[in-house]
């Protein structure tokens, strides 16, 4: 389903949308080094303060070492904010996660847990980047056609989206309500923190206002749906892993509304 959802990003995609990388590398990087610090580093640090088990503790560092994910560009785009930047450092994230996702997910859990960065690096690989270079192609090759789809996408996105929150949440059902609150508080943490972080990081470099809120949006939502697959392949003996990825998925698109009519607002 994610791989679904990751084919219909590849058919949105323009090569124009990564000319943003080299005519303002500064700011992509700028993006990049938020992105991959203040979350998984946040969510690390979370799962300390509140002393979630290994499980969950896994689960929010999943959620925290992705890569931003799709929704983000509609947010930036509603909130008026710098769509340009927001659609090219997601594209960015998306390219260095096979890399930097296994990589941080071990130097930040692997004392506890094993962690097998070349199996990650694989699955994201499938599950990923080969179902967006697909729809890519496609693109490319069958204009036509992928014009028709594209119209129908945003609705499959969203059903894919409910299914995988759906499947995850009730397998874990019992679990959760024993000590749900708590995951469920660090999720909106991790998400707000994440959002007022990179807004404020942008602020310290004196970026335009457009600027600020693609970069607070693109750090505070991530590619959650991405977290509990990986979970959910590569730590079976840890069911819970899946929910906070699963949380996010739910809780990112509430805040993101609310974040978009704040932030269109501001000029």
Not at 87 to 116: M, R
Not at 145 to 154: F, T, V
């Amino acid at each position: 389903m994610l791989g679904v959802v990751m084919f219909g990003m590849g058919l949105t995609l323009k090569l124009e949308d990564f000319r943003v990388v080299f005519s303002r590398p500064k700011d992509v990087i700028l993006g990049e080094l938020a992105q991959f610090c203040i979350m998984p580093l946040l969510a690390w640090a979370l799962a300390k303060i509140f002393a979630l088990d290994d499980a969950l503790t896994l689960g929010v560092i999943l959620v925290g070492c992705c890569p931003g994910g799709t929704a983000s560009n509609v947010i930036t785009y509603l909130s008026k904010g710098d769509l340009a930047l927001s659609v090219g450092i997601t594209g960015v994230s998306t390219l260095l996660a096979p890399f930097l996702t296994p990589l941080l997910t071990w130097l930040l859990a692997g004392k506890q847990i094993n962690v097998d960065m070349m199996s990650m690096f694989l699955s994201i690989l499938w599950v990923v980047i080969v179902p967006i270079a697909a729809g890519f192609l496609f693109k490319r090759l069958f204009p036509n056609r992928s014009s028709k789809a594209i119209e129908y996408l945003p609705a499959v996105s969203v059903v894919a989206i409910a299914f995988i929150v759906a499947i995850i949440i009730s397998s874990n059902a019992s679990k959760l309500l024993v000590g749900g609150w708590v995951i469920i508080i660090v999720v909106m943490l991790h998400n707000l923190c994440g959002l007022a972080l990179g807004y404020s990081v942008a602020s310290l470099f004196k970026l335009p206002m457009s600027k600020r809120k693609a970069i607070s949006i693109e750090v505070g939502m991530q590619n959650s749906g991405l977290a509990s697959s990986l979970a959910a392949i590569h730590f079976a003996a840890y069911p819970m892993a899946t929910i906070p990825g699963a949380i996010f998925s739910v809780w990112h698109n509430i805040s993101g509304t609310v974040v978009a009519r704040v932030f269109a607002k501001r000029k």
